[in-house]
């Protein structure tokens, strides 16, 4: 089933198709970043089940990367197993500066089922989110400029955030 992308997704009122698509580097470059029909589907499950409710707890957010296309994610240098490349994840980014990255994290810890968060570049960064329906393990990371991982619990991060 083809989707306007012009349309807003069902049961993610403030977000369109477009948005879980958009690329400036896939545009730059002239590569097609258009889901399958499992992909557009795991695309609406994150729309719905993450990306609303944290767009109504906290204010409008940006999408920075949703879906990636293989070619996409391979120029980028995006992972492998990449939940990107299944639809089922987002790097988002807040427009508000007086919400701390924190409160983000925490809201999403408490309140939603998700399959990792990694708040990338800590403190100053972005929190990518995967939304997994069969594998939400609610795993969380931090990953720093040099691009490694660290698997943290949320009181180690806040205490982390604290010292900030």
């Known amino acids: 089933m083809n989707r306007d ?3 807003i997704i069902p049961g993610a009122s403030n977000f369109k198709y477009k948005e879980l698509i958009y690329s400036e580097y896939a545009i730059r470059k002239d590569i097609l970043n258009l889901p399958n029909e499992e ?3 795991n ?5 719905i089940n993450i990306l609303q409710p944290v767009r109504t707890a906290f204010g409008p957010l940006h999408v920075t990367s949703a879906f990636r296309s293989s070619k996409l994610n391979n120029e980028i240098g995006g992972s492998k197993n990449s ?9 988002i980014e807040l427009f508000n500066p007086d919400i701390k990255f ?19 570049y800590w403190p100053n960064g972005w929190i990518h989110i995967a939304y997994c329906p069969f594998k939400n393990i609610r795993e969380i990371k931090i990953k720093d400029n040099k691009h490694n991982y660290t698997v943290v619990t949320l009181e180690e991060l806040e205490e982390y955030a604290k010292n900030l």
């Open 5 to 7: 992308l012009n349309n």
């Open 39 to 41: 992909q557009w589907l």
């Open 43 to 47: 695309l609406e499950k994150l729309a």
């Open 83 to 91: 939940y990107h490349l299944q639809g089922m994840a987002a790097d």
């Open 102 to 120: 924190i409160d983000i994290v925490e809201f999403i810890y408490y309140n939603l089922n998700y399959a990792e968060m990694i708040a990338e």
